[in-house]
C-alpha cells in the first residue's frame, strides 16, 4: 500500500478521507469535463493474445483480446501535498463516469463492454487507465471464392454509445500489439483506426490469410490423383469386364470430397473448388457413358465390321475372296477389314488422350483462378 499510495504516513482513514471528499458532489452521468462543451478524449490501445476461430460456415470471426483505455477525470483531481503524498486511490465503477463502449457488429446482440473488476485506479492528475478484455466475435464477410488460397479481411467495430462525436473522441493507436495466428490462419496484417462521423469509436481491422498446404495436401493433391486415376480406365482391356466398375468406383469418390466441402463451406459463393469438383464429376460420368458404350458394342456387336470397312475383302493364302459381314474374323486373315472388337484397343487410345487433354485444361484454369 505504501508504495502504490504515497508515503509512509499513509493510512486507511486517509484515503478513505480522500475518496470522500472527491467524490462528495461527483455526478457520474456528467462527462469528466467541468466545461460540458469539452470533449472528452480517450485513447484506445488493443492487444490480441490470439485467434479463438474463423467459421466459414457461420461467418463469424473470434479473438481473444484486450482493449486498453486511458481518459482523464478533471472532478477526480488533487494535489499529492495536501493529502499525506498519496498518488492513487481505488473507486468503484459506478461511483464514477466511464465510456459506455459497445461492440459494434457481434454476432448475438449489442453488449456494453463491462468492467469486470468493478473497480478504477485513479491517479492524483485525475488520469484513469481501464483494460476491458474478453473473447469477441463478430460477422465477417467472408469470400471463399479463391478457397483454399483465399484472404479476407475482418473488422472489429468498437463504439461508444450514448454520446456524439462532439462529446467523446477515441484516439487510437494504430499498432495492434501481439499479433498472433492460428493453425489454420496467417495475420497478413492488422491495423487500427477511429470512426469519422457522429459517432465516436474504433474499428481493429484484420487480414487473414489461409494456411493452404493441409488443404491442399488433403484436398486438392488427391482430387487430382482421383482425376488421373478415372483416366486409367480406358487402360484396361474390355474382355475383362472390370471397366464399368473402376469408373463408377473413382465417380463416387468425386461426391464424397463435394459432400465433405458443402458441410463446411458456406453455399453463397462461386468456390472454384467446388466447380472444378463439379466438373470432374460431370466427366467421370461422360467417362461411365463412354465405358458403357464401348462394354455394349464389344460383347453385342465385336464380331461385326466397323461402318467403314462394310464391303472390304479379305485376302489368304490359298483361299477364294470371301463375305465377311457376319463371320468373325482371325487375326492371321485380317488385311484390310476391322470389326468392333479389334478397334477397341485404339478407341481407348483416342478417348483416353482427348480426356487427359480436357482434364488437364480444366485442372490448369481452376488452380490458376484459385491462387491469381
Known amino acids: 500500500m505504501n508504495g502504490c499510495l504515497g508515503g509512509e504516513n499513509v493510512t486507511a482513514e486517509k484515503v478513505t478521507s480522500l475518496r470522500k471528499t472527491l467524490l462528495r458532489d461527483y455526478d457520474p452521468y456528467l462527462r469528466p469535463r467541468r466545461r460540458q462543451l469539452d470533449t472528452v478524449v480517450i485513447n484506445a490501445t488493443f492487444t490480441v493474445k490470439r485467434f479463438h476461430d474463423l467459421n466459414e460456415k457461420e461467418e463469424k470471426v473470434s479473438l481473444l483480446g484486450y482493449l486498453q483505455f486511458q481518459w482523464n477525470d478533471e472532478f477526480l483531481v488533487w494535489k499529492r501535498e495536501d493529502y499525506s503524498n498519496i498518488s492513487d486511490i481505488v473507486v468503484k465503477t459506478n461511483d464514477i463516469w466511464w465510456p459506455t463502449v459497445s461492440l459494434g457488429n457481434p454476432i448475438g446482440n449489442f453488449e456494453n463492454i463491462r468492467n469486470h473488476y468493478g473497480i478504477f485506479h485513479v491517479s492524483s492528475s485525475g488520469e484513469i487507465n481501464w483494460s476491458a478484455g474478453g473473447l469477441f466475435s463478430v460477422a465477417c464477410d467472408l469470400n471463399l471464392e479463391k478457397y483454399p488460397f483465399d484472404t479476407h479481411t475482418c473488422d472489429f467495430v468498437f463504439v461508444v454509445l450514448g454520446y456524439s462525436s462532439d462529446d467523446v473522441i477515441i484516439k487510437v493507436n494504430p499498432n495492434v500489439q501481439e499479433i498472433k495466428g492460428t493453425t489454420e490462419w496467417d495475420v497478413v496484417n492488422a491495423s487500427m483506426f477511429g470512426i469519422s462521423g457522429e459517432k465516436s469509436g474504433l474499428i481493429v481491422r484484420f487480414v487473414l490469410q489461409r494456411k493452404s498446404f493441409f488443404v491442399v495436401l488433403t484436398v486438392l493433391l488427391p482430387l487430382s490423383l482421383l482425376s488421373m486415376l478415372n483416366l486409367c480406365v480406358f487402360l484396361i482391356p474390355v474382355e475383362s469386364g472390370e471397366k464399368t466398375s473402376f469408373a463408377i468406383t473413382t465417380f463416387l469418390a468425386y461426391s464424397i470430397y463435394l459432400s465433405a466441402l458443402g458441410s463446411s463451406l458456406s453455399a453463397k459463393d462461386n468456390i472454384y473448388l467446388t466447380m472444378y469438383i463439379e466438373i470432374l464429376m460431370i466427366t467421370g460420368v461422360i467417362i461411365v457413358l463412354f465405358v458403357i458404350g464401348q462394354t455394349r458394342l464389344f460383347f453385342y456387336y465385336g464380331d461385326h465390321l466397323l461402318p467403314c470397312c462394310r464391303g472390304k475383302t479379305v485376302h489368304g493364302e490359298n483361299t477364294d ?19 468392333w472388337a479389334s478397334s477397341m484397343g485404339i478407341l481407348d487410345q483416342v478417348l483416353f488422350f482427348l480426356f487427359l487433354c480436357i482434364l488437364g485444361i480444366i485442372t490448369v484454369y481452376h488452380f490458376w483462378m484459385m491462387m491469381f
Open 321 to 339: 475372296v470371301k463375305k465377311t459381314t457376319t463371320r468373325k474374323l482371325s487375326r492371321d486373315n485380317v488385311k484390310q477389314a476391322r470389326t
